[in-house]
Every structure is written in C-alpha cells, then in structure tokens.
C-alpha cells in the first residue's frame, strides 16, 4: 500500500517550482566546511565524490545554520510566551473555582478543534512561498489562502455556535459553558487570522516579526485581557471575549507590516491564478481531511471530558497540557523555520543533506527536551501548587505529560518532513489508523480508570503515532532521525537526575527546585562537555557565534557614531 502512496505522489507534476527564492545561495558563494562525516559516509576517494560531499557539507551548512538561527532566535521568545501563557493560566485558575476554569478550558478546546481542522489548509503557506518565482505569485498564493482558511473558519465557527446548546447538554454543563462555547465561536476566525498571517511569516523566513506576533504580542495581550477581566470586573466570559479580541489585533498589526514592509497586496486574478489555486488544494485538501484524524489525536481528549468526566478534570488535562508542552520547547524552536527549508531541499533533490539535516536537529532536539523534562518531572508538586491546591492533588499525572511530549520530540521533526517531502497522503493514512487506535482504547480507559486512564491514552496516542511517522518517513524517504550520538544526551541525564533529586531530598518547597534545576542542568551541560560535541555541532555553534558577534559590534558602533 504505502508503495502505491509514493508511486502515485511520485507521479504527480511538480509544476514547475524550482526557484529557491534566494533561500539557498549558489554553491560558488558558500564555501565546503568541514563536518563530522563519520558517522554518515566513508570520505571520498575521488575529486568527483569530493566535489559531491563538498555540495552535500555547503547545503548542509546553510539549512543548518538558518535552521538554527530561526531556533536561536525564536527559543527566548518561545520561553517567553510559555511563560506569559503559564502567568496567564495561573490568574485565571487562581481567581476562579476549579470548576469555572475546568469549563473555560473545555469551551476553549473545542473551539481549538475547529481551529486546528481549519489549519488543515495552512501548511501550503510553508511548502510554496519559498518557492514562489514572482511577488505576484507570492500574492496570489498569500490571498488564496487566507480567503480559504478565513471561509472555513467562519463556516466552522457558525456550526459551533448553532450547536453550542446541544453540546453543553451532552456534556451535563451549565448555561455559563455555553455562554463560554458561543463567545470562543464567534471569535474562531480571529483565532484562524493570526495564524494564517504567522504562517506567511514562517515561510518568508521572518524571525523576528513571527516571534514579536506569536511569542511576544499576543500571549502578553491575552495576559493583560485576562488580568483585566479576573481583577477589574472578575468575568470569565469577558476573559474569552479579551483572548479573541487580542488574537485579531496582533493579527491585524502583522498583516499591516507585511504589506508595509515586504510589498505584500491581495491578488485575487492574474493569468496563473487558477493553477495556483488548483496545485494549493491539491497539496492542502490531504492535510484537511487528516486534519480530522490529527485534531481528533491531540483534541479528541476534550469531548471524552466533557462526556464522561468532570469540568475540574478538564481543567487539570489542560494545566498537564500545557506543563508536558513546555519540555517541547527546543522541538517548537527548531519547527519554526524547518519547513521552508526542507521545502526547499526537497525541491532540488538534495536528498543527502537533507538527511543529515534530520540527523542533527533531532539530536539538538533531545538534548533540550532531556533537559527540560527531567526538572519538570523531579519539582511536579511545585510546579502544579503555581496554580492552586487543587491541581497539586494530581501532581501524579504530570510525568504522564511529560512523557507523552518526549516521546513525540524524540523523532524530531517527523510529521513537517513528511509534508514537506510531499507524503500528505501518507501521513493522512498514518493518522487515519492511530484515530482508530485512540478510540479503540481511549474510551475504555477513560471509563474505567478515568482521568488517568486518559492520560494513558494521551502517552500510547503520541508514542505510536511518532513511531509509525518514523516507520512511514524511513520507507517513503529513507530518512530517519537516529544515531549512535542520540545516546549522550541519555547518558548525561542520569547526573541531572541524581543531583535534582538529592536537593530535593535535602532542601525544601520553590527553593529546591530552583536550586536543583540550576545545579543539575550544570552538570548534565558538564557531561555533554566531557561526551563531547560533533564537528557539525562545533561549526554550527561557532558559524552562529560569529554571526552574532557581527551584529552587535555593527548595533554598538551605529550607536557609538
């Protein structure tokens, strides 16, 4: 079967896109650096294999570094909305009963559902713009597609406020859930605009305005809707009201930068806009009807709430949500701007560095999460008292989220390399099973075990979803993300743990484990250090070191002058 997948999508025309868009510089202009080829490919014994490896290490170096720079540049800013999205959180759960936030959460996952659906039509964006041969084309493809997702999104947000009393009855909820469902379905396209605008940032490789929109500006305007709503008038329902207001002004002011600064206008006709469109669907169509199947995956958990649990145990899954998403962090950093350039490579069949490409940000990847989720394990109780007493009564299933996260950052960037590799097909059948495995065992969990036999369900969704991904990807592609070096990061996690636990064991409350983090991730960094770094990770750290180097010295002397 999956031979009949690659075989038809190899088949298909690939309309003519070969112009990188400048995202790639020509090879005369990038000098061969060395790379730590020994765990890839013998050295070559030719000057033909040498000049093929020396085009393989200059692709490499330039996917990595701007790979890397978009991950730099947009892990502080990511740090930063996580922890204005925590502050937020902790206001509301705080200020409000269990059960009141439990049934903001729940109205808000739902129309996350939708919204995420919706989305299904997003990643065209990411796969075409840095292949666009013209600005008109560039438009074309922008205008189609926010046409397209802004519809949908209104059809959907429609469906959701029409259903709002029905829903809240199958859920045994109050009037005030579906005050919260209908205001969250009103503001769905708002929601659905700045995430379409987000994504014409990442694929024009805008670091700075996507994280000032996405990391910056809207979490610290949903903080400040929410403190205003919780302490001024203490409305839960003027709290949603804020959260969406704040989605489509931050939406609005980065659409007005794009047309101000990149020349960005609408283009509705032109002599290609057919063909743009019908290759746009084309692409598109697949990720939407998976959509169904992903969003059922990652928010399929929210209904079985709302049906068979309570609206505290919808609060607690989303505070676990959010606790497990934060060790997702370096694999959110890498995500940012991998798709345009693997996009790229795939396009000019730069199949080995884009191998090695995979191989080395996995590994990045897990250096970060194994950092990150050990302290988040170690300090649980601390870290659910940050959002009442009631959640530390559930401090248990933390490690579940947890878990559940690195087993999904695990494989690196598995799913965007599927679409980007043009395998949406693919992945829509891949998703299709794991959603008939979710229902097959969620529900019968959920019903015996409750709140944590969902959780478990949330663990198995995400490990064998990855795992098939990878399966699918190493087929298809012959890419998968694993090395013998994927085991240092494992290694030095056993002194980050040893030492987390001790202080715990000897120093009490918030003390501990801001003490305990600091020192054992001093000496998990000490191992690495004395594992020791490939000469990739050594270029790499050293090609983003000068490149900062030179941007400061340039900001000091203008200022100086």
């Given at each position: 079967m999956w031979r009949a997948i690659r075989d038809a999508e190899g088949s298909e025309e690939s309309g003519g896109w070969t112009d990188t868009g400048g995202l790639i510089p020509p090879l005369e202009q990038v000098a061969p650096v060395a790379t730590d080829l020994d765990q890839f490919e013998d050295a070559p014994d030719s000057d033909a294999e040498d000049d093929r490896s020396g085009s393989v290490d200059a692709r490499l170096e330039d996917a990595l570094e701007r790979v890397a720079h978009g991950a730099t540049v947009s892990v502080p800013a990511i740090l930063l909305q996580r922890g204005l999205t925590l502050a937020f959180t902790a206001v509301l759960t705080n200020a409000f009963a269990a059960s009141t936030y439990g049934a903001f959460a729940l109205a808000r996952r739902l129309q996350r559902f939708l919204l995420r659906l919706?989305?299904?039509?997003?990643?065209?964006?990411?796969?075409?713009?840095?292949?666009?041969?013209?600005?008109?084309?560039?438009?074309?493809?922008?205008?189609?597609?926010?046409?397209?997702?802004v519809g949908v999104a209104t059809a959907f947000g429609g469906a959701l406020f029409a259903a709002a009393p029905l829903v809240t009855e199958l859920a045994d909820e109050s009037g005030q859930f579906e005050s919260f469902l209908r205001?969250?379905?009103?503001?769905?396209?708002?929601?659905?605009?700045?995430?379409?605008?987000?994504?014409?940032l990442r694929g024009i490789e805008a670091v700075g305005p996507l994280n000032l929109t996405m990391r910056v500006g809207f979490?610290?305007?949903q903080l400040i809707a929410g403190a205003v709503?919780?302490?001024?008038f203490h409305d839960l329902a003027l709290a949603a009201a804020g959260v969406l207001l704040a989605m489509g002004s931050v939406g609005v002011v980065a659409a007005l930068w794009l047309a101000h600064s990149r020349g960005f206008r609408p283009r509705i006709r032109g002599a290609d806009a057919g063909r743009l469109r019908r290759k746009y669907l084309r692409f598109t169509f697949p990720l939407f009807v998976g959509g169904f199947a992903t969003t059922t995956q990652r928010l399929g958990f929210y209904p079985l709430i709302a049906v068979f649990l309570s609206s505290v145990a919808g609060g607690v899954f989303a505070v676990g949500v959010l606790l497990g998403t934060l060790v997702r962090l370096p694999l959110m950093g890498i995500n940012q701007f991998i798709p345009p350039v693997a996009a790229a490579l795939n396009e000019e069949d730069h199949r080995e560095a884009l191998k090695r490409l995979y191989h080395v940000t996995s590994r990045l990847v897990l250096v970060g999460v194994t950092a990150l989720s050990i302290p988040v394990v170690v300090y649980r109780e601390t870290v659910m008292g940050l959002f009442g007493p009631t959640y530390v009564e559930y401090a248990a299933l933390v490690p579940g989220f947890v878990l559940a996260q690195y087993a999904a950052c695990a494989a690196g960037s598995v799913g965007i390399l599927l679409t980007m590799t043009d395998h949406q097909r693919a992945l829509l059948v891949v998703n299709v099973g794991i959603t008939?495995?979710?229902?097959?065992?969620?529900?019968?969990?959920?019903?015996?075990?409750?709140?944590?036999?969902?959780?478990?369900?949330?663990?198995?969704?995400?490990?064998?979803?990855?795992?098939?991904?990878v399966a699918v990807l190493y087929y298809l592609e012959g890419l998968q993300p694993f090395t013998r070096l994927h085991a240092k990061p494992l290694v030095a996690a056993v002194p980050l743990t040893l030492v987390a636990l001790g202080v715990k064991a000897a120093v009490p409350g918030l003390l501990a484990a801001l003490v305990g983090t600091a020192a054992g991730l001093v000496a998990y960094a000490k191992t690495l250090q004395l594992l020791g770094f490939t000469r990739v990770e050594r270029r790499l750290g050293a090609t983003l070191v000068e490149r900062?180097?030179?941007?400061?010295?340039?900001?000091?002397?203008?200022?100086?002058?």
């Amino acid at each position: 079967m999956w031979r009949a997948i690659r075989d038809a999508e190899g088949s298909e025309e690939s309309g003519g896109w070969t112009d990188t868009g400048g995202l790639i510089p020509p090879l005369e202009q990038v000098a061969p650096v060395a790379t730590d080829l020994d765990q890839f490919e013998d050295a070559p014994d030719s000057d033909a294999e040498d000049d093929r490896s020396g085009s393989v290490d200059a692709r490499l170096e330039d996917a990595l570094e701007r790979v890397a720079h978009g991950a730099t540049v947009s892990v502080p800013a990511i740090l930063l909305q996580r922890g204005l999205t925590l502050a937020f959180t902790a206001v509301l759960t705080n200020a409000f009963a269990a059960s009141t936030y439990g049934a903001f959460a729940l109205a808000r996952r739902l129309q996350r559902f939708l919204l995420r659906l919706t989305m299904g039509f997003r990643s065209g964006l990411s796969r075409f713009l840095p292949n666009a041969e013209s600005d008109a084309e560039r438009d074309a493809l922008t205008t189609f597609a926010s046409l397209l997702l802004v519809g949908v999104a209104t059809a959907f947000g429609g469906a959701l406020f029409a259903a709002a009393p029905l829903v809240t009855e199958l859920a045994d909820e109050s009037g005030q859930f579906e005050s919260f469902l209908r205001i969250f379905a009103l503001g769905l396209p708002a929601g659905v605009w700045l995430f379409t605008v987000t994504e014409i940032l990442r694929g024009i490789e805008a670091v700075g305005p996507l994280n000032l929109t996405m990391r910056v500006g809207f979490p610290t305007a949903q903080l400040i809707a929410g403190a205003v709503a919780t302490y001024a008038f203490h409305d839960l329902a003027l709290a949603a009201a804020g959260v969406l207001l704040a989605m489509g002004s931050v939406g609005v002011v980065a659409a007005l930068w794009l047309a101000h600064s990149r020349g960005f206008r609408p283009r509705i006709r032109g002599a290609d806009a057919g063909r743009l469109r019908r290759k746009y669907l084309r692409f598109t169509f697949p990720l939407f009807v998976g959509g169904f199947a992903t969003t059922t995956q990652r928010l399929g958990f929210y209904p079985l709430i709302a049906v068979f649990l309570s609206s505290v145990a919808g609060g607690v899954f989303a505070v676990g949500v959010l606790l497990g998403t934060l060790v997702r962090l370096p694999l959110m950093g890498i995500n940012q701007f991998i798709p345009p350039v693997a996009a790229a490579l795939n396009e000019e069949d730069h199949r080995e560095a884009l191998k090695r490409l995979y191989h080395v940000t996995s590994r990045l990847v897990l250096v970060g999460v194994t950092a990150l989720s050990i302290p988040v394990v170690v300090y649980r109780e601390t870290v659910m008292g940050l959002f009442g007493p009631t959640y530390v009564e559930y401090a248990a299933l933390v490690p579940g989220f947890v878990l559940a996260q690195y087993a999904a950052c695990a494989a690196g960037s598995v799913g965007i390399l599927l679409t980007m590799t043009d395998h949406q097909r693919a992945l829509l059948v891949v998703n299709v099973g794991i959603t008939a495995f979710l229902a097959v065992t969620a529900i019968p969990l959920t019903t015996r075990f409750g709140l944590p036999g969902l959780v478990v369900s949330y663990v198995l969704m995400l490990t064998v979803n990855n795992g098939l991904e990878v399966a699918v990807l190493y087929y298809l592609e012959g890419l998968q993300p694993f090395t013998r070096l994927h085991a240092k990061p494992l290694v030095a996690a056993v002194p980050l743990t040893l030492v987390a636990l001790g202080v715990k064991a000897a120093v009490p409350g918030l003390l501990a484990a801001l003490v305990g983090t600091a020192a054992g991730l001093v000496a998990y960094a000490k191992t690495l250090q004395l594992l020791g770094f490939t000469r990739v990770e050594r270029r790499l750290g050293a090609t983003l070191v000068e490149r900062y180097r030179e941007v400061l010295s340039k900001n000091w002397e203008s200022r100086v002058a």
